[in-house]
């Protein structure tokens, strides 16, 4: 993706359609598995005040806040702090709020202090060493769970080659690495493996691809990429999967 914050505010507000809920039975089984995880490397939630970064439909934020002291969600989409908010007020969390806010033009003592835990996962938000050390002031304690260097998806990968643009994953924890090795951090980082499927209509599967060739520069060729989905759909629904490596990381300092 260009990272500008149109192609930005575009890309999650449309992947807010059909994003995932924080509760939904999948969802809450790899999130379970990643916190536990995130425990064995000596992160702590019990009782913390969290502060989840890009937060989206509150996978983390949502999902920690019974067993968090309190629990703030910042995110830049406001379709996904809508879904925050109705998840919130259908389950009845007490504790948890959300914040619509760019993580970069978030001023630093809005947050300084204020948390015992910052998080950000598979998220755009964290990627220079300003928003990094905006993280280090608002918390003792950080983590950050981002793509590592593997992305692969069968359909996207022939949608965007015929397009002229490369299907990759996002630079993420790499970046995140090199500036935390410049700064002198002595992170712990633990890499694992997941997949997801994902099944829509032919349309809604056009609109999101158009969605993901316009945020990358280019012009969807409709008659071609229609023609494919009407080829791949099976009982109205075109099927996806997506496996990918992701490098969790936490660090004090």
Same mark, same amino acid.
Request: glycine share 8%; proline share 3%.
């Given at each position: 993706?260009?990272?500008?914050?149109?192609?930005?505010?575009?890309?999650?507000?449309?992947?807010?359609?059909?994003?995932?809920?924080?509760?939904?039975?999948?969802?809450?089984?790899?999130?379970?598995?990643?916190?536990?995880?995130?425990?064995?490397?000596?992160?702590?939630?019990?009782?913390?005040?969290?502060?989840?970064?890009?937060?989206?439909?509150?996978?983390?934020? %949502?999902?920690?806040?019974?067993?968090?002291?309190?629990?703030?969600?910042?995110?830049?989409?406001?379709?996904?702090?809508? %879904?925050?908010?109705?998840?919130?007020?259908?389950?009845?969390?007490?504790?948890?709020?959300?914040?619509?806010?760019?993580?970069?033009?978030?001023? =630093?003592?809005?947050?300084?202090?204020?948390?015992?835990?910052?998080?950000?996962?598979?998220?755009?938000?964290?990627?220079?060493?300003?928003?990094?050390?905006?993280?280090?002031?608002? =918390?003792?304690?950080?983590?950050?769970?981002?793509?590592?260097?593997?992305?692969?998806?069968?359909? %996207?990968?022939?949608?965007?080659?015929?397009?002229?643009?490369?299907?990759?994953?996002?630079?993420?924890?790499?970046?995140?690495?090199?500036?935390?090795?410049?700064?002198?951090?002595?992170?712990?980082?633990?890499?694992?493996?997941?997949?997801?499927e994902k099944k829509a209509s032919p349309a809604a599967t056009l609109r999101d691809i158009e969605v993901g060739l316009t945020v990358n520069g280019a012009k969807m060729d409709r008659e071609w990429v229609?023609?494919?989905?009407?080829?791949?759909?099976?009982?109205?629904?075109?099927?996806?999967?997506?496996?990918?490596?992701?490098?969790?990381?936490?660090?004090?300092?």
């Amino acid at each position: 993706m260009k990272g500008t914050r149109a192609n930005e505010k575009l890309f999650w507000n449309n992947r807010a359609r059909n994003y995932p809920l924080p509760f939904d039975r999948e969802t809450s089984a790899k999130t379970g598995r990643i916190l536990r995880l995130l425990e064995g490397m000596g992160v702590e939630f019990k009782g913390r005040r969290i502060l989840d970064i890009g937060c989206g439909t509150g996978v983390y934020a %949502l999902r920690l806040a019974n067993r968090a002291r309190a629990a703030l969600g910042v995110d830049s989409s406001p379709e996904m702090l809508k %879904l925050f908010r109705a998840e919130r007020r259908r389950r009845g969390i007490k504790n948890a709020s959300c914040l619509l806010s760019v993580w970069s033009a978030l001023p =630093a003592a809005r947050v300084a202090g204020r948390f015992d835990l910052a998080l950000a996962s598979m998220t755009m938000a964290v990627k220079t060493r300003a928003d990094i050390l905006k993280m280090e002031k608002a =918390a003792p304690r950080r983590v950050y769970i981002g793509w590592a260097g593997l992305r692969r998806n069968a359909l %996207l990968e022939k949608v965007y080659a015929r397009h002229g643009v490369k299907y990759q994953a996002p630079e993420g924890a790499a970046a995140v690495l090199k500036e935390l090795k410049a700064l002198g951090r002595e992170p712990k980082v633990r890499y694992i493996r997941d997949c997801w499927e994902k099944k829509a209509s032919p349309a809604a599967t056009l609109r999101d691809i158009e969605v993901g060739l316009t945020v990358n520069g280019a012009k969807m060729d409709r008659e071609w990429v229609e023609g494919l989905l009407k080829r791949m759909a099976r009982k109205g629904l075109v099927r996806q999967t997506t496996s990918v490596r992701k490098a969790l990381i936490t660090w004090t300092n």
